[in-house]
Nanobody, 121 residues
Framework: HLEESGGGLVQAGASLRLSCTVS????????MGWFRQAPGKEREYVSA????????YYADSVRGRFTISRDHAKNMMELQMNTLRPEDTAVYYC????????????????WGQGTQVTVSS
């Protein structure tokens, strides 16, 4: 089970931190990541982190602004989002996959329910 938290309404240029708590599984067995879906658009990949947490990946649209991390002791993954833009507005979904490669191409084993992020201009 994946559960997101930390969404909200902010102004452009602000920061938010999203969290994803994992329960009912072995956290360290999975690559983790984030997707987002804006109104009227398809769900898109945002970021991924490997099992160890040492390897991270980002979509071009967020690279340099977002930072993904994971804490094995807390069974938690986070996404620090800085310099937010109105185009970052979306529902953000936590995802788990067997590998980071599979996650990045959408081969997801488990999804969270999503948390809304709204960035006003």
């Amino acid at each position: 089970h994946l559960e997101e938290s930390g969404g909200g309404l902010v102004q452009a240029g602000a920061s938010l931190r999203l969290s994803c708590t994992v329960s009912g599984g072995t956290f360290s067995n999975y690559a983790m990541g984030w997707f987002r879906q804006a109104p009227g658009k398809e769900r898109e990949y945002v970021s991924a982190i490997g099992w160890s947490g040492k390897i991270t990946y980002y979509a071009d649209s967020v690279r340099g602004r977002f930072t993904i991390s994971r804490d094995h002791a807390k069974n938690m993954m986070e996404l620090q989002m800085n310099t937010l833009r109105p185009e970052d507005t979306a529902v953000y979904y936590c995802a788990a996959a067997a590998t980071a490669v599979k996650l990045r191409v959408g081969e997801i084993e488990s999804w969270g329910q999503g948390t809304q992020v709204t960035v006003s201009s």
